[in-house]
């Protein structure tokens, strides 16, 4: 499977703009890289919540031994 041409691209990208106009691109495209911002927030505060429930259970152990 490879990657999109030119062509193609220019063919979505009509298409994007006869589905949605021209005005609404920039509304979606701030909707998404709003979207994307949220989504790697939420990720890296699981990735520290997994991380210190790590090291609290390492310390845990260590300390019943």
């Known amino acids: 499977m490879g990657f999109l041409g030119g062509q193609e691209l220019i063919i979505i990208l009509a298409i994007v703009i006869l589905l949605f106009g021209a005005k609404k691109i920039p509304e979606l495209a701030s909707g998404l890289g709003k979207?994307?911002?949220?989504?790697k927030k939420?990720?890296?505060?699981?990735?520290?919540?997994?991380e210190d429930s790590?090291?609290?259970?390492?310390?845990d152990d260590s300390a019943k031994q």
Not at 42 to 50: D, F, N, Q, V
Not at 54 to 59: A, I, M, Q
């Open 35 to 39: 979207g994307i911002k949220e989504f």
């Open 42 to 50: 939420a990720s890296t505060e699981e990735g520290r919540k997994i």
């Open 54 to 59: 790590s090291e609290n259970k390492d310390s």
